[in-house]
């Protein structure tokens, strides 16, 4: 079943939260997937890096590892991205016959316009060269390394996510990858080994997000032992 309402502040009974949880809370709440974006900024270019440098020195990972890194493109960069990589990579498989012409005309097309709209992109990516000498100190979690390194990746996106909206910015999230990692690689100079996880663009809301539906909580949580 799924509802249209969020429940999760029900709890009518309990004590306010501490401000600061309260407004953590309305951050989560209020970041949306925001598609319709404008070409500006409410904070300096400045700003935007220290919020990627915050990420990366302060979101957790797997054993510690820091395996995550972050790209930011902004201005002709992220146009670059949009209009010269990814367009082009889309076009040239348009041509070979590989993306059929009127999904690239019908959708595909308008949606990378959309992302050129935007600001700026962040480009994840995870450092695998961490994970061989982890699994080799550690063969008992061998296996879990790969997950946690992605694990640890979502954090920075959704982290740098909540950020944004925080400053006024609308995000969403894209996956490119791996169509062109090897083009994004090239086109930056990034080192060869980096594995592309996702692209985060983002600019001023230009559009609300759409309609989000949510599944019933009693089928999602479980509590034990409360008082
Ligand atoms: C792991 C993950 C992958 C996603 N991948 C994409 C994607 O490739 N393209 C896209 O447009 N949205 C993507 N999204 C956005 C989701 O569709 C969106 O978060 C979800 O529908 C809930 O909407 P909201 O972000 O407005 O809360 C992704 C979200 C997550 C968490």
Redesign the pocket.
């Known amino acids: 079943m799924t509802v249209t309402t969020d429940s999760s502040n029900n709890n009518n009974n309990a004590a306010p939260l501490p401000a600061s949880t309260a407004a953590l809370l309305d951050l989560a709440r209020l ?5 319709t974006l404008s070409p500006t900024s409410p904070i300096p270019d400045a700003q935007l890096r220290q919020l990627v440098e915050h990420a990366v020195t302060h979101m957790p990972s797997g054993f510690n590892t820091q395996s995550s890194r972050v790209v930011l493109l902004l201005h002709d960069e992220h146009k670059k991205l949009w209009r010269g990589v990814v367009r082009g990579i889309f076009e040239g498989m348009v041509e070979r016959g590989e993306v059929p012409r009127e999904v690239w005309e019908g959708q595909t097309r308008g949606k990378l316009e959309s992302f050129e709209r935007g600001y700026g992109t962040i480009l994840f990516f995870e450092d695998p060269t961490h994970i061989a000498p982890m699994s080799e100190k550690f063969p008992i979690y061998k296996d879990g390394f790969p997950q946690w390194a992605q694990h640890t990746n ?1 954090i920075h ?2 982290f740098l ?1 909540l950020a944004l909206h925080s400053v006024g910015l609308g995000a ?5 990858n791996p169509l062109i990692d090897e083009a994004v690689i090239k086109s930056w100079s990034l080192p060869t080994h980096w594995k592309l996880t ?1 692209q985060m663009v983002f600019g001023t809301p230009a559009a609300e ?2 309609e ?1 539906t949510f599944k019933p909580l009693e089928e999602r949580v479980k509590v034990f032992g409360a008082q």
């Open positions: 970041r949306r997937s925001i598609y979502a996106q959704y996510w969403n999230l894209q996956h490119y996702a997000a759409g989000k």
